[in-house]
Protein backbone atom coordinates (compact mmCIF):
# COMPACT_ATOMS: atom_id res chain seq x y z
CA UNK A 1 0.00 0.00 0.00
CA UNK A 2 1.30 3.43 -1.05
CA UNK A 3 0.99 6.88 0.14
CA UNK A 4 0.80 10.28 -0.94
CA UNK A 5 4.07 11.85 -0.17
CA UNK A 6 2.49 15.23 0.36
CA UNK A 7 0.07 13.72 2.62
CA UNK A 8 2.77 12.59 4.79
CA UNK A 9 4.39 14.89 8.28
CA UNK A 10 7.06 13.51 10.17
CA UNK A 11 6.76 13.71 13.90
CA UNK A 12 9.13 13.13 16.48
CA UNK A 13 8.12 11.93 19.97
CA UNK A 14 4.65 11.97 19.08
CA UNK A 15 3.79 11.09 22.65
CA UNK A 16 0.00 10.22 21.64
CA UNK A 17 1.24 6.89 19.24
CA UNK A 18 1.08 4.84 22.42
CA UNK A 19 -2.23 5.32 22.82
CA UNK A 20 -3.34 5.16 18.93
CA UNK A 21 -2.11 1.45 19.23
CA UNK A 22 -3.48 0.89 23.05
CA UNK A 23 -6.80 -0.98 22.08
CA UNK A 24 -5.50 -3.23 19.61
CA UNK A 25 -2.79 -4.46 21.94
CA UNK A 26 0.25 -2.51 19.92
CA UNK A 27 3.00 -0.54 21.88
CA UNK A 28 5.01 1.68 19.22
CA UNK A 29 8.72 1.95 20.96
CA UNK A 30 9.76 3.31 17.76
CA UNK A 31 11.63 6.84 17.95
CA UNK A 32 10.03 8.22 14.68
CA UNK A 33 7.00 7.90 13.35
CA UNK A 34 4.80 9.05 9.65
CA UNK A 35 1.35 10.02 10.07
CA UNK A 36 -0.42 9.68 6.61
CA UNK A 37 -4.18 11.04 6.31
CA UNK A 38 -5.31 9.83 9.11
CA UNK A 39 -8.53 11.28 8.66
CA UNK A 40 -10.60 8.18 9.00
CA UNK A 41 -11.65 5.70 11.88
CA UNK A 42 -9.41 3.16 10.61
CA UNK A 43 -5.83 3.04 9.56
CA UNK A 44 -2.69 -0.08 8.77
CA UNK A 45 0.53 0.19 11.02
CA UNK A 46 3.65 -0.96 9.01
CA UNK A 47 7.15 -1.66 10.44
CA UNK A 48 9.31 -0.68 7.73
CA UNK A 49 12.56 -0.83 10.37
CA UNK A 50 13.29 -1.40 13.82
CA UNK A 51 13.39 2.36 14.81
CA UNK A 52 10.52 3.22 12.07
CA UNK A 53 6.52 2.25 11.83
CA UNK A 54 4.61 4.24 9.17
CA UNK A 55 0.69 4.94 10.04
CA UNK A 56 -1.24 4.16 6.68
CA UNK A 57 -4.98 4.81 5.86
CA UNK A 58 -6.70 1.36 5.00
CA UNK A 59 -9.63 -0.66 5.30
CA UNK A 60 -10.10 -1.05 9.08
CA UNK A 61 -7.54 -3.79 9.23
CA UNK A 62 -3.73 -3.13 11.48
CA UNK A 63 -1.00 -4.63 9.43
CA UNK A 64 2.01 -5.20 10.96
CA UNK A 65 4.85 -7.59 9.16
CA UNK A 66 4.69 -10.44 9.33
CA UNK A 67 0.52 -10.17 7.77
CA UNK A 68 -1.26 -10.24 11.21
CA UNK A 69 -4.64 -8.75 10.57
CA UNK A 70 -6.56 -7.58 13.73
CA UNK A 71 -10.27 -5.85 12.87
CA UNK A 72 -11.06 -2.50 14.45
CA UNK A 73 -14.47 -2.60 16.23
CA UNK A 74 -15.94 0.20 16.77
CA UNK A 75 -18.92 0.69 19.58
CA UNK A 76 -22.16 2.56 18.80
CA UNK A 77 -24.24 4.24 21.10
CA UNK A 78 -27.83 4.89 21.43
CA UNK A 79 -28.92 7.87 19.67
CA UNK A 80 -31.36 8.88 22.18
CA UNK A 81 -28.72 8.51 25.03
CA UNK A 82 -25.05 8.27 23.97
CA UNK A 83 -24.05 7.06 27.19
CA UNK A 84 -25.66 3.43 27.07
CA UNK A 85 -23.44 0.93 24.07
CA UNK A 86 -25.33 -0.79 21.89
CA UNK A 87 -23.92 -4.48 21.10
CA UNK A 88 -25.24 -7.54 19.01
CA UNK A 89 -26.67 -10.14 21.14
CA UNK A 90 -24.38 -13.62 20.54
CA UNK A 91 -27.11 -15.74 21.56
CA UNK A 92 -30.03 -13.76 19.65
CA UNK A 93 -28.80 -12.30 16.45
CA UNK A 94 -32.36 -10.08 16.19
CA UNK A 95 -31.43 -8.55 19.57
CA UNK A 96 -29.21 -6.04 21.21
CA UNK A 97 -26.99 -5.43 24.57
CA UNK A 98 -27.49 -2.78 25.79
CA UNK A 99 -24.31 -1.26 28.51
CA UNK A 100 -22.67 1.49 30.30
CA UNK A 101 -19.53 -0.10 29.94
CA UNK A 102 -17.82 -0.09 26.18
CA UNK A 103 -16.19 -3.56 26.86
CA UNK A 104 -16.34 -5.38 23.83
CA UNK A 105 -17.68 -8.50 24.33
CA UNK A 106 -20.16 -6.35 26.98
CA UNK A 107 -20.72 -8.82 30.25
CA UNK A 108 -24.43 -9.44 30.26
CA UNK A 109 -24.55 -9.94 33.75
CA UNK A 110 -23.93 -5.92 33.96
CA UNK A 111 -25.94 -4.82 30.88
CA UNK A 112 -28.94 -2.93 31.41
CA UNK A 113 -30.53 -5.90 29.30
CA UNK A 114 -31.74 -6.63 26.16
CA UNK A 115 -33.60 -4.97 23.32
CA UNK A 116 -35.01 -6.02 20.04
CA UNK A 117 -35.72 -2.69 18.28
CA UNK A 118 -33.39 0.37 18.68
CA UNK A 119 -33.89 2.93 20.25
CA UNK A 120 -35.50 0.85 22.58
CA UNK A 121 -39.08 0.47 23.80
CA UNK A 122 -40.97 -0.33 26.66
CA UNK A 123 -42.06 -3.18 24.41
CA UNK A 124 -38.96 -4.31 22.96
CA UNK A 125 -36.59 -3.75 26.16
CA UNK A 126 -35.86 -6.71 28.54
CA UNK A 127 -34.25 -5.59 31.45
CA UNK A 128 -31.31 -7.41 33.08
CA UNK A 129 -33.00 -8.62 36.67
CA UNK A 130 -29.26 -8.04 37.74
CA UNK A 131 -28.53 -4.35 36.96
CA UNK A 132 -31.00 -2.39 39.14
CA UNK A 133 -29.81 -3.88 42.52
CA UNK A 134 -26.22 -2.62 41.47
CA UNK A 135 -27.85 1.01 40.55
CA UNK A 136 -29.93 1.15 44.10
CA UNK A 137 -26.51 0.15 45.90
CA UNK A 138 -24.71 3.37 43.97
CA UNK A 139 -27.22 5.36 44.45
CA UNK A 140 -27.49 4.84 48.41
CA UNK A 141 -24.37 5.53 48.36
CA UNK A 142 -23.77 8.37 46.64
CA UNK A 143 -27.46 10.35 46.64
CA UNK A 144 -26.62 12.53 49.40
CA UNK A 145 -23.42 13.57 47.49
CA UNK A 146 -24.83 14.61 44.02
CA UNK A 147 -25.34 17.73 43.14
CA UNK A 148 -28.70 17.61 42.05
CA UNK A 149 -29.98 15.89 44.75
CA UNK A 150 -28.28 18.61 47.35
CA UNK A 151 -29.95 21.15 45.73
CA UNK A 152 -33.05 19.53 46.20
CA UNK A 153 -32.68 19.49 49.89
CA UNK A 154 -32.00 23.07 50.07
CA UNK A 155 -34.89 24.06 48.01
CA UNK A 156 -36.95 21.86 50.81
CA UNK A 157 -35.51 23.85 54.11
CA UNK A 158 -36.03 27.30 52.17
CA UNK A 159 -38.78 29.60 53.25
CA UNK A 160 -39.30 30.56 49.85
CA UNK A 161 -39.84 26.67 48.91
CA UNK A 162 -41.69 26.14 51.77
CA UNK A 163 -44.62 28.86 50.65
CA UNK A 164 -44.06 27.98 46.90
CA UNK A 165 -45.07 24.09 47.30
CA UNK A 166 -47.57 24.44 50.28
CA UNK A 167 -49.74 26.95 47.92
CA UNK A 168 -49.68 24.41 45.62
CA UNK A 169 -50.35 21.54 47.49
CA UNK A 170 -53.17 23.72 49.00
CA UNK A 171 -54.45 24.19 44.81
CA UNK A 172 -54.21 20.70 44.20
CA UNK A 173 -55.75 18.86 47.29
CA UNK A 174 -57.77 21.76 49.48
CA UNK A 175 -55.66 20.60 52.05
CA UNK A 176 -53.79 22.56 54.93
CA UNK A 177 -51.83 22.32 58.61
CA UNK A 178 -50.60 18.86 59.15
CA UNK A 179 -51.16 17.37 55.41
CA UNK A 180 -48.68 19.97 53.88
CA UNK A 181 -45.63 18.71 56.55
CA UNK A 182 -42.86 17.11 55.25
CA UNK A 183 -42.14 16.42 51.98
CA UNK A 184 -41.09 19.19 49.27
CA UNK A 185 -40.96 22.88 50.99
CA UNK A 186 -40.84 21.23 54.67
CA UNK A 187 -39.19 24.43 56.36
CA UNK A 188 -37.35 23.67 59.61
CA UNK A 189 -39.07 20.37 60.07
CA UNK A 190 -37.17 18.31 57.21
CA UNK A 191 -39.05 14.99 54.95
CA UNK A 192 -38.12 12.75 52.19
CA UNK A 193 -37.03 14.01 48.78
CA UNK A 194 -37.04 11.98 45.61
CA UNK A 195 -34.05 10.89 43.34
CA UNK A 196 -35.08 10.88 40.10
CA UNK A 197 -34.29 9.90 36.81
CA UNK A 198 -33.82 12.70 34.44
CA UNK A 199 -35.41 11.60 31.22
CA UNK A 200 -38.42 13.09 31.74
CA UNK A 201 -37.92 16.15 34.07
CA UNK A 202 -41.28 17.25 35.76
CA UNK A 203 -42.32 21.38 36.01
CA UNK A 204 -41.04 23.20 38.99
CA UNK A 205 -43.05 22.30 42.09
CA UNK A 206 -44.21 18.49 40.87
CA UNK A 207 -42.47 15.48 41.43
CA UNK A 208 -41.84 13.04 38.72
CA UNK A 209 -43.78 10.08 37.51
CA UNK A 210 -43.68 6.85 39.69
CA UNK A 211 -42.43 5.34 37.25
CA UNK A 212 -38.82 7.66 36.90
CA UNK A 213 -38.88 7.97 40.34
CA UNK A 214 -35.59 5.49 41.65
CA UNK A 215 -36.22 6.29 45.78
CA UNK A 216 -35.97 8.76 48.24
CA UNK A 217 -33.74 10.06 50.78
CA UNK A 218 -34.42 11.64 53.95
CA UNK A 219 -33.43 14.96 54.78
CA UNK A 220 -33.94 16.72 58.58
CA UNK A 221 -34.71 20.30 59.16
CA UNK A 222 -31.27 21.96 58.48
CA UNK A 223 -31.30 20.48 55.42
CA UNK A 224 -28.87 17.67 56.24
CA UNK A 225 -29.09 13.99 55.37
CA UNK A 226 -30.25 11.92 58.02
CA UNK A 227 -27.31 9.51 59.30
CA UNK A 228 -25.05 10.82 56.67
CA UNK A 229 -26.10 9.71 53.79
CA UNK A 230 -29.94 9.87 53.67
CA UNK A 231 -31.44 6.49 54.91
CA UNK A 232 -32.06 5.91 50.68
CA UNK A 233 -35.36 3.38 49.79
CA UNK A 234 -36.23 2.09 46.87
CA UNK A 235 -39.46 3.15 45.53
CA UNK A 236 -40.69 -0.21 43.53
CA UNK A 237 -41.91 1.60 41.09
CA UNK A 238 -38.59 2.68 39.21
CA UNK A 239 -38.97 1.46 35.38
CA UNK A 240 -35.37 1.23 33.38
CA UNK A 241 -37.19 1.80 30.11
CA UNK A 242 -40.19 4.23 29.41
CA UNK A 243 -42.02 5.94 26.66
CA UNK A 244 -39.76 9.12 27.81
CA UNK A 245 -36.31 7.02 27.00
CA UNK A 246 -33.87 4.90 28.95
CA UNK A 247 -31.92 5.09 31.87
CA UNK A 248 -31.54 9.44 32.33
CA UNK A 249 -29.05 9.38 35.11
CA UNK A 250 -27.10 12.59 36.34
CA UNK A 251 -23.47 12.98 35.54
CA UNK A 252 -22.22 12.41 38.42
CA UNK A 253 -24.65 9.08 39.28
CA UNK A 254 -23.43 7.69 36.01
CA UNK A 255 -19.84 8.41 37.05
CA UNK A 256 -20.44 6.43 39.91
CA UNK A 257 -22.38 3.76 38.24
CA UNK A 258 -19.96 3.27 35.43
CA UNK A 259 -17.31 3.37 37.87
CA UNK A 260 -18.77 0.05 40.22
CA UNK A 261 -19.53 -1.69 37.13
CA UNK A 262 -15.80 -1.62 36.37
CA UNK A 263 -14.73 -2.66 39.32
CA UNK A 264 -17.49 -5.60 39.21
CA UNK A 265 -16.21 -6.21 35.15
CA UNK A 266 -12.84 -6.72 36.55
CA UNK A 267 -13.86 -9.42 39.45
CA UNK A 268 -15.89 -11.11 36.94
CA UNK A 269 -13.13 -11.74 34.13
CA UNK A 270 -10.81 -12.48 36.90
CA UNK A 271 -12.77 -15.52 37.84
CA UNK A 272 -13.14 -16.24 34.44
CA UNK A 273 -9.34 -16.70 33.97
Not at 16 to 27: H, K, M, N, T, Y
Not at 161 to 175: L, P, W
Not at 181 to 207: C, E, K, L, N, T
Request: aromatic fraction near 6%; include cysteine.
Amino acid sequence: MSADPQLTTSLKGLRRAPRLCEDSGIVLTSLRINVINISTHSFVLQRTSEDDMNITTGRRVLWQTPRLFVPLRTVSTLSNNPHIYVFKDPKDPSSHILSLLPTDPPTPSLAIGTASQLPPTPRSFTENPKFLPILHSVISENASSDPEVQSQAAVMISSSGSSFFQTVRRQQTGSSGASDQGGHGSAGRGGWIHVSDQRHIPDFGRIAEPEDIFGSVEVDGRGKFVDGHGGYQPSGTYRVCTNDGILGLTDFMRRKLVERLKVQETAERNKQS
